[in-house]
Protein backbone atom coordinates (compact mmCIF):
# COMPACT_ATOMS: atom_id res chain seq x y z
CA UNK A 1 0.00 0.00 0.00
CA UNK A 2 1.82 2.94 -0.74
CA UNK A 3 0.42 5.54 1.32
CA UNK A 4 1.97 8.65 -0.09
CA UNK A 5 3.30 8.33 -3.90
CA UNK A 6 5.47 10.62 -5.52
CA UNK A 7 4.10 13.76 -7.02
CA UNK A 8 5.30 16.99 -7.70
CA UNK A 9 5.33 19.21 -4.27
CA UNK A 10 3.70 22.07 -3.92
CA UNK A 11 6.26 23.84 -2.16
CA UNK A 12 9.34 22.89 -1.80
CA UNK A 13 10.97 22.50 1.87
CA UNK A 14 9.29 22.62 4.83
CA UNK A 15 6.71 25.22 5.87
CA UNK A 16 6.40 24.46 9.54
CA UNK A 17 7.72 27.60 11.70
CA UNK A 18 10.59 27.42 13.81
CA UNK A 19 11.39 27.49 16.58
CA UNK A 20 7.59 27.00 17.66
CA UNK A 21 6.13 24.84 15.30
CA UNK A 22 2.55 26.76 16.25
CA UNK A 23 3.37 30.27 15.88
CA UNK A 24 4.44 32.47 12.81
CA UNK A 25 6.97 34.74 14.23
CA UNK A 26 7.05 38.59 12.48
CA UNK A 27 10.41 38.64 10.26
CA UNK A 28 12.59 40.97 11.53
CA UNK A 29 12.87 43.94 8.74
CA UNK A 30 8.91 43.96 9.54
CA UNK A 31 9.20 44.06 12.88
CA UNK A 32 11.16 46.87 13.50
CA UNK A 33 8.13 48.79 11.29
CA UNK A 34 5.40 50.57 12.43
CA UNK A 35 3.44 49.29 9.56
CA UNK A 36 2.47 45.87 11.37
CA UNK A 37 -0.64 45.68 13.29
CA UNK A 38 -1.82 43.15 15.65
CA UNK A 39 -5.14 41.98 15.63
CA UNK A 40 -7.17 40.31 17.69
CA UNK A 41 -9.53 38.02 15.83
CA UNK A 42 -11.62 36.18 18.65
CA UNK A 43 -12.41 34.30 20.49
CA UNK A 44 -15.98 35.58 20.07
CA UNK A 45 -15.93 35.50 16.27
CA UNK A 46 -18.44 33.77 14.43
CA UNK A 47 -16.78 32.56 11.87
CA UNK A 48 -14.11 31.00 14.64
CA UNK A 49 -16.62 27.90 15.38
CA UNK A 50 -16.70 28.33 19.30
CA UNK A 51 -13.95 30.30 20.95
CA UNK A 52 -10.62 30.23 19.25
CA UNK A 53 -8.47 33.33 19.52
CA UNK A 54 -6.21 34.19 16.93
CA UNK A 55 -3.61 36.83 17.12
CA UNK A 56 -2.77 37.89 13.65
CA UNK A 57 -0.16 40.27 12.59
CA UNK A 58 -0.99 42.41 10.03
CA UNK A 59 1.28 44.05 6.99
CA UNK A 60 -1.56 45.50 5.18
CA UNK A 61 -4.13 42.89 4.33
CA UNK A 62 -1.14 39.85 4.62
CA UNK A 63 -0.61 37.79 7.51
CA UNK A 64 2.97 38.05 8.72
CA UNK A 65 2.73 36.40 12.29
CA UNK A 66 0.21 34.41 13.67
CA UNK A 67 -0.57 32.88 17.51
CA UNK A 68 -3.86 30.67 17.54
CA UNK A 69 -4.78 30.52 21.69
CA UNK A 70 -6.79 28.11 22.58
CA UNK A 71 -8.44 27.15 26.10
CA UNK A 72 -11.90 29.09 26.39
CA UNK A 73 -14.01 26.07 26.32
CA UNK A 74 -12.00 24.19 28.93
CA UNK A 75 -14.79 22.20 31.41
CA UNK A 76 -12.07 19.25 32.80
CA UNK A 77 -13.80 16.76 31.06
CA UNK A 78 -11.31 14.62 31.93
CA UNK A 79 -11.01 15.05 35.55
CA UNK A 80 -14.68 14.46 36.35
CA UNK A 81 -14.55 11.51 34.20
CA UNK A 82 -12.10 10.08 36.82
CA UNK A 83 -14.41 11.09 39.65
CA UNK A 84 -17.23 8.78 38.03
CA UNK A 85 -18.00 5.14 37.43
CA UNK A 86 -17.14 3.53 33.94
CA UNK A 87 -20.84 3.34 33.35
CA UNK A 88 -21.09 7.23 34.04
CA UNK A 89 -18.05 7.94 32.33
CA UNK A 90 -20.03 6.90 28.82
CA UNK A 91 -21.90 10.44 29.49
CA UNK A 92 -19.50 12.68 29.58
CA UNK A 93 -17.57 11.33 26.07
CA UNK A 94 -19.94 12.67 23.38
CA UNK A 95 -19.95 15.61 24.88
CA UNK A 96 -16.77 16.44 24.18
CA UNK A 97 -17.12 16.58 20.08
CA UNK A 98 -20.93 18.15 19.93
CA UNK A 99 -20.69 16.98 15.91
CA UNK A 100 -19.11 13.60 16.19
CA UNK A 101 -20.61 12.42 19.10
CA UNK A 102 -20.67 8.53 18.31
CA UNK A 103 -17.40 8.78 17.26
CA UNK A 104 -16.34 9.63 20.53
CA UNK A 105 -18.42 7.52 22.40
CA UNK A 106 -17.56 4.59 20.77
CA UNK A 107 -13.88 5.39 21.10
CA UNK A 108 -14.03 5.02 24.90
CA UNK A 109 -16.16 2.42 25.02
CA UNK A 110 -13.92 0.89 22.80
CA UNK A 111 -11.37 1.35 25.04
CA UNK A 112 -13.31 -0.12 28.04
CA UNK A 113 -14.42 -3.38 26.10
CA UNK A 114 -10.65 -3.69 25.15
CA UNK A 115 -9.57 -3.48 28.76
CA UNK A 116 -12.67 -6.15 30.04
CA UNK A 117 -12.10 -8.37 26.92
CA UNK A 118 -15.34 -8.30 26.54
CA UNK A 119 -17.15 -10.08 23.22
CA UNK A 120 -19.68 -7.84 21.57
CA UNK A 121 -22.44 -9.12 19.71
CA UNK A 122 -21.91 -8.80 15.71
CA UNK A 123 -25.75 -6.76 15.67
CA UNK A 124 -24.25 -4.01 18.03
CA UNK A 125 -20.66 -3.99 15.90
CA UNK A 126 -22.61 -3.28 12.72
CA UNK A 127 -25.42 -1.37 14.18
CA UNK A 128 -22.18 0.85 15.62
CA UNK A 129 -21.17 1.24 12.39
CA UNK A 130 -24.14 2.23 10.59
CA UNK A 131 -24.41 4.98 13.45
CA UNK A 132 -20.86 6.50 13.30
CA UNK A 133 -21.31 6.81 9.30
CA UNK A 134 -25.05 8.73 10.16
CA UNK A 135 -22.79 10.88 12.17
CA UNK A 136 -20.04 11.30 9.96
CA UNK A 137 -22.52 12.90 7.38
CA UNK A 138 -24.01 15.14 10.14
CA UNK A 139 -20.26 15.92 11.33
CA UNK A 140 -19.70 17.03 7.52
CA UNK A 141 -22.95 18.85 6.95
CA UNK A 142 -22.66 20.95 9.76
CA UNK A 143 -18.83 21.65 8.80
CA UNK A 144 -20.25 22.26 4.95
CA UNK A 145 -22.98 24.65 6.33
CA UNK A 146 -21.06 26.87 8.43
CA UNK A 147 -17.88 26.91 6.13
CA UNK A 148 -19.56 28.06 3.28
CA UNK A 149 -21.60 30.64 5.18
CA UNK A 150 -18.67 32.36 6.86
CA UNK A 151 -17.47 32.62 2.74
CA UNK A 152 -20.99 34.11 1.89
CA UNK A 153 -23.09 31.05 0.55
CA UNK A 154 -25.51 31.59 2.97
CA UNK A 155 -28.26 29.66 1.14
CA UNK A 156 -25.49 25.91 1.61
CA UNK A 157 -26.27 26.42 5.56
CA UNK A 158 -29.99 26.02 5.14
CA UNK A 159 -29.76 22.70 2.37
CA UNK A 160 -27.30 21.32 4.75
CA UNK A 161 -29.29 22.11 7.72
CA UNK A 162 -32.45 20.06 5.68
CA UNK A 163 -30.57 16.63 5.52
CA UNK A 164 -28.72 17.66 9.04
CA UNK A 165 -32.53 17.34 10.46
CA UNK A 166 -33.28 14.03 8.99
CA UNK A 167 -30.45 12.45 10.66
CA UNK A 168 -30.75 13.63 13.68
CA UNK A 169 -34.56 12.35 13.59
CA UNK A 170 -32.93 9.07 12.78
CA UNK A 171 -31.13 9.60 15.87
CA UNK A 172 -34.07 10.36 18.00
CA UNK A 173 -35.55 7.15 16.15
CA UNK A 174 -32.99 4.62 18.13
CA UNK A 175 -31.50 6.37 20.88
CA UNK A 176 -34.22 8.93 21.72
CA UNK A 177 -31.96 11.79 21.97
CA UNK A 178 -31.16 13.94 18.81
CA UNK A 179 -27.68 14.07 20.04
CA UNK A 180 -25.33 13.28 22.62
CA UNK A 181 -27.33 9.70 22.42
CA UNK A 182 -25.23 7.53 24.62
CA UNK A 183 -26.63 4.26 22.74
CA UNK A 184 -23.36 2.44 22.96
CA UNK A 185 -23.20 0.81 26.01
CA UNK A 186 -19.96 -1.05 27.63
CA UNK A 187 -20.91 -4.56 25.61
CA UNK A 188 -23.37 -3.68 23.06
CA UNK A 189 -26.11 -1.10 22.65
CA UNK A 190 -28.60 0.31 25.26
CA UNK A 191 -31.09 -1.00 23.77
CA UNK A 192 -32.17 -2.55 20.08
CA UNK A 193 -33.19 -0.91 17.21
CA UNK A 194 -36.69 -0.18 16.65
CA UNK A 195 -38.46 -1.55 13.87
CA UNK A 196 -39.69 1.71 12.25
CA UNK A 197 -35.92 2.69 11.89
CA UNK A 198 -34.82 0.75 8.96
CA UNK A 199 -37.84 2.48 6.63
CA UNK A 200 -37.10 5.63 7.86
CA UNK A 201 -33.42 4.87 7.33
CA UNK A 202 -33.48 3.64 3.86
CA UNK A 203 -35.58 6.80 2.85
CA UNK A 204 -32.76 8.92 3.92
CA UNK A 205 -30.21 6.90 2.09
CA UNK A 206 -31.80 7.26 -1.06
CA UNK A 207 -32.33 11.20 -0.59
CA UNK A 208 -28.57 11.96 0.13
CA UNK A 209 -26.88 11.25 -2.94
CA UNK A 210 -29.02 13.67 -4.62
CA UNK A 211 -28.34 16.13 -1.57
CA UNK A 212 -24.65 16.16 -2.24
CA UNK A 213 -25.03 16.42 -6.19
CA UNK A 214 -27.01 19.52 -4.79
CA UNK A 215 -24.55 21.04 -2.82
CA UNK A 216 -21.45 20.06 -5.21
CA UNK A 217 -24.38 21.93 -8.45
CA UNK A 218 -24.36 25.25 -5.65
CA UNK A 219 -20.61 25.70 -4.87
CA UNK A 220 -18.57 23.44 -7.30
CA UNK A 221 -18.82 25.58 -10.41
CA UNK A 222 -19.19 29.02 -8.55
CA UNK A 223 -16.11 31.17 -9.03
CA UNK A 224 -16.64 32.99 -5.76
CA UNK A 225 -16.28 29.54 -4.30
CA UNK A 226 -13.20 28.22 -6.29
CA UNK A 227 -10.90 31.30 -6.37
CA UNK A 228 -11.57 31.59 -1.88
CA UNK A 229 -10.60 28.19 -1.71
CA UNK A 230 -8.14 26.66 -4.65
CA UNK A 231 -4.63 27.28 -3.84
CA UNK A 232 -5.25 28.73 -0.38
CA UNK A 233 -4.20 27.31 3.44
CA UNK A 234 -1.32 24.78 1.83
CA UNK A 235 -0.24 22.10 3.69
CA UNK A 236 2.20 19.56 2.24
CA UNK A 237 2.52 15.76 3.19
CA UNK A 238 5.68 15.97 4.89
CA UNK A 239 4.54 18.89 7.09
CA UNK A 240 1.10 17.75 7.66
CA UNK A 241 2.75 14.13 9.16
CA UNK A 242 5.76 15.92 10.78
CA UNK A 243 2.55 17.92 12.40
CA UNK A 244 0.94 15.12 12.88
CA UNK A 245 -2.66 16.44 11.29
CA UNK A 246 -5.28 13.11 10.47
CA UNK A 247 -8.47 13.06 8.49
CA UNK A 248 -9.56 15.12 5.66
CA UNK A 249 -6.65 17.36 6.40
CA UNK A 250 -4.43 14.59 6.17
CA UNK A 251 -5.90 13.37 2.60
CA UNK A 252 -6.52 16.38 1.22
CA UNK A 253 -2.61 16.70 1.14
CA UNK A 254 -2.28 13.64 -0.79
CA UNK A 255 -1.69 10.79 2.06
CA UNK A 256 -3.63 8.03 1.55
CA UNK A 257 -4.12 6.99 5.24
CA UNK A 258 -7.94 6.47 6.45
CA UNK A 259 -7.92 4.07 9.91
CA UNK A 260 -11.21 2.70 8.73
CA UNK A 261 -9.10 0.52 6.07
CA UNK A 262 -5.41 1.22 7.59
CA UNK A 263 -6.34 -0.38 10.90
CA UNK A 264 -9.75 -2.08 10.45
CA UNK A 265 -12.17 -1.60 13.74
CA UNK A 266 -15.87 -2.50 13.99
CA UNK A 267 -16.99 -4.12 10.57
CA UNK A 268 -15.18 -1.90 8.20
CA UNK A 269 -13.54 -4.95 6.61
CA UNK A 270 -16.62 -6.32 5.73
CA UNK A 271 -18.15 -3.47 3.87
CA UNK A 272 -16.90 -1.70 0.79
CA UNK A 273 -15.61 1.69 0.16
CA UNK A 274 -13.43 4.13 -0.95
CA UNK A 275 -11.22 6.35 0.77
CA UNK A 276 -10.96 9.89 -1.38
CA UNK A 277 -7.48 11.38 -1.45
CA UNK A 278 -6.49 14.73 -3.09
CA UNK A 279 -3.05 16.11 -3.85
CA UNK A 280 -3.63 19.54 -3.69
CA UNK A 281 -3.11 20.28 0.08
CA UNK A 282 -5.37 23.46 -0.25
CA UNK A 283 -8.53 24.24 1.34
CA UNK A 284 -10.84 22.73 -1.96
CA UNK A 285 -8.97 19.81 -1.99
CA UNK A 286 -10.17 19.30 2.05
CA UNK A 287 -13.48 20.18 0.61
CA UNK A 288 -13.72 17.68 -2.16
CA UNK A 289 -12.44 15.27 0.25
CA UNK A 290 -15.38 16.10 2.76
CA UNK A 291 -17.92 16.16 -0.16
CA UNK A 292 -16.90 12.50 -1.24
CA UNK A 293 -16.60 10.96 2.25
CA UNK A 294 -20.43 11.57 2.17
CA UNK A 295 -20.78 9.72 -0.67
CA UNK A 296 -18.67 6.94 0.67
CA UNK A 297 -20.45 6.78 4.43
CA UNK A 298 -24.04 6.54 2.44
CA UNK A 299 -22.89 3.60 0.96
CA UNK A 300 -21.72 2.25 4.31
CA UNK A 301 -24.64 3.01 5.95
CA UNK A 302 -26.50 0.89 2.88
CA UNK A 303 -24.38 -2.14 3.03
CA UNK A 304 -24.64 -1.91 6.74
CA UNK A 305 -28.81 -2.30 6.35
CA UNK A 306 -28.70 -4.92 4.30
CA UNK A 307 -26.58 -6.83 5.98
CA UNK A 308 -27.34 -6.25 9.44
CA UNK A 309 -27.30 -9.55 12.09
CA UNK A 310 -29.85 -10.15 13.99
CA UNK A 311 -29.27 -11.34 17.47
CA UNK A 312 -28.75 -9.99 20.77
CA UNK A 313 -27.61 -6.68 20.90
CA UNK A 314 -25.29 -6.61 23.71
CA UNK A 315 -23.33 -8.88 25.56
CA UNK A 316 -24.77 -11.03 28.08
CA UNK A 317 -22.17 -10.54 31.01
CA UNK A 318 -24.39 -10.06 34.44
CA UNK A 319 -20.77 -8.68 36.07
CA UNK A 320 -20.97 -5.72 33.46
CA UNK A 321 -24.16 -5.17 31.66
CA UNK A 322 -27.47 -4.53 33.30
CA UNK A 323 -29.33 -7.44 33.43
CA UNK A 324 -32.92 -7.32 31.48
CA UNK A 325 -35.84 -5.43 33.08
CA UNK A 326 -38.68 -7.79 33.39
CA UNK A 327 -36.00 -10.19 34.92
CA UNK A 328 -35.35 -7.89 38.42
CA UNK A 329 -39.30 -8.68 39.51
CA UNK A 330 -38.20 -12.79 39.06
CA UNK A 331 -35.23 -13.30 39.67
CA UNK A 332 -32.96 -12.45 43.05
CA UNK A 333 -29.47 -12.59 41.37
CA UNK A 334 -30.78 -10.14 38.72
CA UNK A 335 -31.76 -7.85 40.91
CA UNK A 336 -28.62 -8.05 43.18
CA UNK A 337 -26.30 -7.25 39.76
CA UNK A 338 -28.81 -4.26 38.88
CA UNK A 339 -28.44 -3.00 42.34
CA UNK A 340 -24.38 -3.23 42.22
CA UNK A 341 -23.87 -2.30 38.66
CA UNK A 342 -25.82 1.43 39.18
CA UNK A 343 -24.85 2.12 42.63
CA UNK A 344 -21.10 1.17 42.65
CA UNK A 345 -20.62 0.21 38.91
CA UNK A 346 -18.30 -2.70 37.59
CA UNK A 347 -14.73 -3.17 37.90
CA UNK A 348 -12.49 -3.10 34.71
CA UNK A 349 -8.66 -4.95 34.97
CA UNK A 350 -6.07 -3.28 35.43
CA UNK A 351 -3.90 -2.04 32.63
CA UNK A 352 -3.53 1.04 30.21
CA UNK A 353 -4.83 0.85 26.36
CA UNK A 354 -4.67 3.20 23.61
CA UNK A 355 -7.96 2.79 21.08
CA UNK A 356 -7.97 5.02 17.76
CA UNK A 357 -10.88 5.42 15.66
CA UNK A 358 -11.23 7.30 12.41
CA UNK A 359 -13.90 10.49 13.17
CA UNK A 360 -14.99 12.87 11.18
CA UNK A 361 -11.68 15.06 12.03
CA UNK A 362 -9.45 12.32 12.40
CA UNK A 363 -7.28 9.92 14.28
CA UNK A 364 -9.73 10.14 17.41
CA UNK A 365 -7.72 8.46 19.97
CA UNK A 366 -8.56 7.32 23.91
CA UNK A 367 -5.68 6.53 26.25
CA UNK A 368 -7.10 5.03 29.43
CA UNK A 369 -5.73 3.20 32.73
CA UNK A 370 -7.91 1.54 35.34
CA UNK A 371 -6.29 0.02 38.33
CA UNK A 372 -9.21 -2.25 38.57
CA UNK A 373 -11.31 -0.21 40.19
CA UNK A 374 -14.79 1.04 39.17
CA UNK A 375 -14.07 4.33 38.01
CA UNK A 376 -11.49 4.77 35.65
CA UNK A 377 -7.91 6.38 37.27
CA UNK A 378 -7.01 8.24 33.97
CA UNK A 379 -8.96 9.01 30.81
CA UNK A 380 -7.04 11.24 27.83
CA UNK A 381 -8.62 11.96 24.29
CA UNK A 382 -6.45 12.65 21.25
CA UNK A 383 -8.58 15.02 19.87
CA UNK A 384 -7.99 15.51 16.17
CA UNK A 385 -9.08 19.14 15.94
CA UNK A 386 -6.74 20.09 18.54
CA UNK A 387 -3.77 18.41 16.62
CA UNK A 388 -5.25 20.39 13.31
CA UNK A 389 -5.14 24.17 14.81
CA UNK A 390 -1.31 23.56 15.30
CA UNK A 391 -1.19 23.38 11.78
CA UNK A 392 -2.99 27.18 11.28
CA UNK A 393 0.45 28.87 11.52
CA UNK A 394 1.81 26.70 8.73
CA UNK A 395 -1.37 27.02 6.69
CA UNK A 396 -1.46 30.61 6.89
CA UNK A 397 2.11 31.80 5.56
CA UNK A 398 1.43 34.08 2.60
CA UNK A 399 -1.88 34.14 3.33
CA UNK A 400 -4.27 37.38 3.19
CA UNK A 401 -6.26 38.33 6.09
CA UNK A 402 -10.37 36.82 4.28
CA UNK A 403 -8.27 33.71 3.51
CA UNK A 404 -7.92 33.10 7.62
CA UNK A 405 -11.68 32.34 7.85
CA UNK A 406 -11.38 29.80 4.96
CA UNK A 407 -8.16 28.44 6.62
CA UNK A 408 -9.65 28.02 10.09
CA UNK A 409 -12.88 26.47 8.30
CA UNK A 410 -11.10 24.44 6.61
CA UNK A 411 -9.20 22.46 9.37
CA UNK A 412 -12.73 21.84 10.59
CA UNK A 413 -12.00 21.92 14.72
CA UNK A 414 -15.14 21.82 17.37
CA UNK A 415 -13.64 23.81 20.07
CA UNK A 416 -15.17 21.68 22.55
CA UNK A 417 -13.29 18.90 21.62
CA UNK A 418 -10.07 21.21 21.25
CA UNK A 419 -10.16 22.13 24.71
CA UNK A 420 -12.07 19.28 25.92
CA UNK B 1 8.00 0.09 25.64
CA UNK B 2 9.44 1.97 29.06
CA UNK B 3 13.06 4.08 28.29
CA UNK B 4 15.10 6.10 30.65
CA UNK B 5 14.59 10.10 30.67
CA UNK B 6 18.12 10.84 29.02
CA UNK B 7 17.58 8.34 26.64
CA UNK B 8 14.17 9.58 25.22
CA UNK B 9 15.47 11.50 22.33
CA UNK B 10 17.81 8.88 20.94
CA UNK B 11 14.90 6.63 21.70
CA UNK B 12 12.34 9.07 19.65
CA UNK B 13 14.81 9.26 16.61
CA UNK B 14 15.65 5.78 16.54
CA UNK B 15 11.89 4.93 16.12
CA UNK B 16 11.57 7.67 13.60
CA UNK B 17 14.54 7.38 11.66
CA UNK B 18 15.07 3.54 11.57
CA UNK B 19 11.95 1.74 12.53
CA UNK B 20 9.60 4.27 10.29
CA UNK B 21 7.10 5.17 13.16
CA UNK B 22 7.18 8.72 11.43
CA UNK B 23 3.71 9.97 13.15
CA UNK B 24 3.54 10.84 17.01
CA UNK B 25 -0.43 10.18 17.26
CA UNK B 26 -0.60 11.47 21.20
CA UNK B 27 1.04 12.50 24.30
CA UNK B 28 -0.37 11.24 27.88
CA UNK B 29 0.78 11.99 30.98
CA UNK B 30 -0.64 10.06 33.80
CA UNK B 31 -0.28 11.31 37.95
CA UNK B 32 0.30 7.87 39.98
CA UNK B 33 -0.27 9.57 43.24
CA UNK B 34 -2.42 7.43 45.61
CA UNK B 35 -2.13 4.53 43.46
CA UNK B 36 -3.38 1.24 44.93
CA UNK B 37 -4.11 2.95 47.92
CA UNK B 38 -6.72 3.07 50.66
CA UNK B 39 -10.35 3.22 48.39
CA UNK B 40 -9.03 0.71 45.48
CA UNK B 41 -9.79 -2.85 46.15
CA UNK B 42 -8.91 -3.77 42.95
CA UNK B 43 -10.22 -6.33 40.29
CA UNK B 44 -12.74 -8.75 40.97
CA UNK B 45 -13.01 -11.62 38.01
CA UNK B 46 -10.96 -12.86 35.49
CA UNK B 47 -9.77 -11.39 32.25
CA UNK B 48 -11.21 -14.60 30.34
CA UNK B 49 -14.58 -13.45 31.19
CA UNK B 50 -17.43 -14.93 33.84
CA UNK B 51 -19.66 -17.55 33.78
CA UNK B 52 -22.14 -17.27 36.45
CA UNK B 53 -22.63 -21.08 36.10
CA UNK B 54 -19.31 -22.24 36.60
CA UNK B 55 -17.87 -22.44 40.32
CA UNK B 56 -14.87 -20.36 40.99
CA UNK B 57 -14.86 -18.24 37.76
CA UNK B 58 -15.94 -15.28 39.91
CA UNK B 59 -12.26 -14.20 39.83
CA UNK B 60 -9.68 -12.86 42.39
CA UNK B 61 -9.14 -9.56 43.95
CA UNK B 62 -5.20 -8.39 44.11
CA UNK B 63 -4.32 -4.42 44.83
CA UNK B 64 -2.64 -3.28 41.10
CA UNK B 65 0.70 -3.44 40.77
CA UNK B 66 3.41 -0.58 42.07
CA UNK B 67 4.35 2.09 39.56
CA UNK B 68 8.37 3.21 39.72
CA UNK B 69 7.47 7.04 39.91
CA UNK B 70 4.87 9.41 40.52
CA UNK B 71 4.31 10.41 36.87
CA UNK B 72 3.96 8.69 33.51
CA UNK B 73 4.19 10.11 30.37
CA UNK B 74 3.34 8.01 27.27
CA UNK B 75 3.46 8.76 23.55
CA UNK B 76 1.87 7.29 21.18
CA UNK B 77 3.91 6.59 17.95
CA UNK B 78 2.60 5.28 14.50
CA UNK B 79 3.97 3.97 11.58
CA UNK B 80 1.93 5.36 8.58
CA UNK B 81 2.50 2.28 6.21
CA UNK B 82 0.20 -0.99 5.68
CA UNK B 83 -0.27 -2.86 9.18
CA UNK B 84 -0.19 0.32 10.62
CA UNK B 85 2.20 -0.54 13.85
CA UNK B 86 1.84 1.11 17.27
CA UNK B 87 4.17 1.65 20.00
CA UNK B 88 3.87 2.96 23.48
CA UNK B 89 6.78 4.86 24.37
CA UNK B 90 6.85 5.81 28.31
CA UNK B 91 8.93 7.41 30.73
CA UNK B 92 9.01 7.60 34.36
CA UNK B 93 9.29 11.22 36.34
CA UNK B 94 8.93 12.28 39.82
CA UNK B 95 7.76 15.36 40.30
CA UNK B 96 11.06 17.75 40.42
CA UNK B 97 12.49 15.98 36.71
CA UNK B 98 11.86 17.17 34.06
CA UNK B 99 11.38 15.58 30.69
CA UNK B 100 13.56 15.90 26.97
CA UNK B 101 10.98 18.16 24.53
CA UNK B 102 10.30 15.87 21.13
CA UNK B 103 9.39 19.24 19.44
CA UNK B 104 12.23 18.94 17.90
CA UNK B 105 11.53 15.32 16.72
CA UNK B 106 8.08 15.75 16.11
CA UNK B 107 6.69 19.02 15.63
CA UNK B 108 3.12 18.44 16.62
CA UNK B 109 4.91 17.40 20.30
CA UNK B 110 4.55 20.97 20.84
CA UNK B 111 0.84 21.94 21.85
CA UNK B 112 0.66 17.97 23.57
CA UNK B 113 3.71 19.15 25.84
CA UNK B 114 2.35 22.32 26.02
CA UNK B 115 -1.07 20.37 27.76
CA UNK B 116 1.05 18.23 29.78
CA UNK B 117 2.40 20.79 31.76
CA UNK B 118 -0.45 22.76 31.95
CA UNK B 119 -2.48 20.39 33.47
CA UNK B 120 -0.14 17.64 35.11
CA UNK B 121 2.92 19.97 35.89
CA UNK B 122 5.39 18.03 34.12
CA UNK B 123 8.32 20.23 32.75
CA UNK B 124 9.64 19.73 29.41
CA UNK B 125 12.90 20.66 28.77
CA UNK B 126 13.93 22.20 25.82
CA UNK B 127 10.57 22.50 24.80
CA UNK B 128 10.49 26.49 22.85
CA UNK B 129 7.34 27.57 24.38
CA UNK B 130 6.41 26.39 27.59
CA UNK B 131 3.34 28.43 28.83
CA UNK B 132 0.04 27.04 30.11
CA UNK B 133 -2.23 26.17 27.32
CA UNK B 134 -5.69 25.57 28.20
CA UNK B 135 -5.71 27.24 31.63
CA UNK B 136 -5.38 30.87 31.78
CA UNK B 137 -1.67 32.24 32.25
CA UNK B 138 -2.23 32.62 36.04
CA UNK B 139 -3.80 29.74 36.82
CA UNK B 140 -2.41 28.04 40.57
CA UNK B 141 -1.58 24.37 40.23
CA UNK B 142 -1.86 21.46 37.65
CA UNK B 143 -6.14 20.70 37.51
CA UNK B 144 -5.55 17.02 36.46
CA UNK B 145 -3.02 16.03 39.63
CA UNK B 146 -4.25 13.36 41.50
CA UNK B 147 -3.66 16.45 44.68
CA UNK B 148 -5.30 19.04 42.87
CA UNK B 149 -9.34 19.11 44.39
CA UNK B 150 -12.14 18.69 42.48
CA UNK B 151 -14.44 21.97 42.75
CA UNK B 152 -11.59 23.59 44.93
CA UNK B 153 -10.90 26.32 42.32
CA UNK B 154 -11.39 29.64 44.87
CA UNK B 155 -14.65 31.83 43.49
CA UNK B 156 -14.62 35.92 43.66
CA UNK B 157 -17.69 37.29 44.91
CA UNK B 158 -18.25 41.17 43.42
CA UNK B 159 -18.52 42.65 46.89
CA UNK B 160 -15.49 41.53 47.81
CA UNK B 161 -12.33 44.03 49.42
Known amino acids: MAIAPERPKIYEGTRIPAPIPSVLEVREDLRSSDDVLTVNFGPNHPSTHGVLRLVVDLHGEDVVGLAAVVGYLHTGFEKSMEQKSWWKAITYAPRIDYLSFQANELVFVLAVEKLLAIEVPSRATWMRMLLSELNRIHSHLVWLGTAALELGAISMFWYCFRERDRILDLFELVAGFRMHTRYFQVGGLAEDVPAGFWDECAKFVEVMPKAVDEYEALVDRNEIWLERTQGIGLLSADDAIALGQSGPVLRGSGIDWDLRRAEPYLAYDQVDFRVPVYDEGDVYARYRVRMEEMRESVKIVEQAMRRMPGGPWIADDRKVVLPPREELHTSMESLIHHFKIVTEGFRVPEGEVYVTVESPRGELGCYVVSDGGPKPWRVKFRAPSFVALEATATCMRDALVADMIAIVGSLDTVMGEVDR | ?161
Open chain 2, 1 to 161: MVVDTPRLTDAALHLRDELGFNYLSDVAATDYLGWGGKGVSGYIGTNRGRDLNEPATQGYQRLPRDKPRRFSVSYHLLGLRAGAPRVRLQVWVDEDEQVPSLVSVWPTADWHEREAFDLMGLRFDGHPNQRRILMDDDWEGHPLRKDYPIGGEPVRFSGEA
